[in-house]
């Protein structure tokens, strides 16, 4: 136990506050996700057909807000930018308690996104200002290892409060991350000052002023083909999240309680065989990952198509889940291999722009698709899958090339003054 913790606390402490306050969203998307549709549906009296619309509001406001204060976190420092946006977000889901109806619902969920935008591409900029290169992919696993902790106590909370309303599991989520914002506040260091440091003086010659420095996935072509590639993987595979509550309650497979306890299911397997299959894979390429993912999550969508039955649907979570632990720490790794260290924060909100296209998109599509059959998201799913996942990993291929082709020039140029070094001491001998 004293080795354990004395290990633990030879770790940054800007990477393991990142990994906590992971875990306060993880929690409070846990708790969410899976009752708002439930809620909307039941308590709010929206339309099904309007669900989507509503989560595309708070993905809305990401999308929005990422272009314009996206890059923000590196010119005023981490710090202020996770604490705001933390307790921003944690108000707005507390404000969803008290609303009602389709156009009061819409402008909270669309102020939260604003403040959201910021929140996930941040804190992982300060876990790579604070920890090696090297280091990233095992520190981005923790990240998903973390997320997925909190999304296994965020449905089995929520599966508690909505016995007694569906609507109290917005007060558990926004609290969660609201004491999130007050943890940053009193324990996190700035981070800022280790990137700027590792950038030196090209930082003041590549500073740029106005939307292109907050916009680098269109300078950059690597980035904008990965992301591009990494939209259509995460739309067809948001199905699964979005669709699998209404599918089934309307089955009569699951109650609202055992839909989060589903999504629970899945959090659990993250949190256990994420560092595996990390581990197993390391030695892997990103076209062999994403093809994997891929190929798990066709399998997922081929059983919910065939049947709704409760063993289908664990099934089918437990195939995406594997397919997430696949692709997930690839995409932040490949995006900072390709980022400059000072503008880390702004490559990092680019790509949170696939996730709110994810968050956006997945629904609208998947419940528009639903609205239409039932089985047809599965259907549709399979062919976009499968071309995703091959453009996918070879866009991550070419990002993981560059950051191997850095490594290798930086030990070459190494070698001349170590042997210089060598020089000196003969001739000192």
């Known amino acids: 136990m004293t080795a354990t913790s004395s290990s633990w606390r030879g770790l940054p402490r800007p990477a393991l506050l990142g990994l906590f306050l992971f875990f306060c969203a993880g929690f409070a998307d846990g708790a969410l996700v899976p009752f708002f549709p439930l809620w909307a549906s039941s308590e709010a009296g929206i339309p099904v057909g309007v669900i989507g619309l509503l989560f595309g509001c708070y993905a809305g406001g990401e999308l929005l807000a ?16 996770l604490i705001l946006s933390s307790l921003g977000v944690g108000c707005g889901f507390i404000a969803l308690f008290f609303v009602h109806g389709v156009a009061a619902t819409a402008a909270v969920l669309l102020v939260t996104g604003i403040c959201e935008s910021v929140l996930h591409p941040t804190i992982l900029t300060a876990i790579a200002d604070a920890t090696e290169p090297a280091a990233h992919p095992r520190w981005f696993s923790l990240v998903r290892v973390s997320a997925g902790a909190g999304q296994i106590l965020g449905p089995a909370c929520g599966a508690l409060l909505a016995l007694i309303s569906l609507s109290a599991v917005f007060l558990a989520a926004g609290g969660v991350l609201i004491l999130g914002g007050i943890v940053m506040l009193v324990a996190l260091d700035e981070t800022i000052g280790s990137a700027r440091a590792a950038a030196g003086d090209r930082d003041d010659e590549q500073e740029e002023e106005g939307l292109g420095a907050l916009l680098p996935a269109f300078r950059d072509g690597r980035l904008a083909k990965l992301l591009a590639w990494l939209v259509l993987f995460e739309v067809a595979g948001n199905w699964i999240e979005a669709v699998i509550p209404l599918y089934a309650q309307d089955a009569g497979t699951l109650t609202p309680s055992g839909v989060g306890s ?64 696949l692709v997930g720490p690839l995409v932040p790794t490949a995006v900072n291999a390709l980022a400059p260290p000072a503008r880390r924060a702004s490559y990092m909100a680019a790509s949170s722009v696939a996730v709110d296209l994810k968050d956006s998109l997945g629904p609208s599509i998947g419940t528009a698709l639903y609205a239409l059959a039932p089985r047809l998201p599965w259907i549709v799913g399979i062919p976009l899958v499968a071309i995703a996942s091959l453009g996918l990993g070879a866009a991550i291929g070419r990002a993981r090339r560059r950051l191997d082709t850095a490594a290798s020039d930086a030990g070459t140029a190494l070698e001349p003054s170590m042997a210089q070094h060598g020089s000196v001491v003969e001739n000192y001998r």
Do not use: N
């Not at 990422?66 to 930018?81: E, F, K, M, Q």
């Not at 065989?273 to 390391?282: G, P």
């Open 66 to 81: 990422a272009p314009l204060i996206g890059g923000i976190a590196d010119r005023v420092g981490r710090r202020p930018v």
């Open 262 to 325: 589903l999504f629970a299911y899945a959090a659990v397997l993250t949190v256990g065989l994420q560092m595996l299959v990390s581990r197993f894979t390391e030695a892997r390429s990103a076209l062999w990952l994403t093809v994997s993912a891929g190929i798990s999550t066709i399998a997922s969508f081929m059983l919910l198509a065939a049947s709704p039955t409760g063993l289908a649907l664990i099934a089918a979570v437990s195939l995406c889940s594997v397919a997430q632990m």
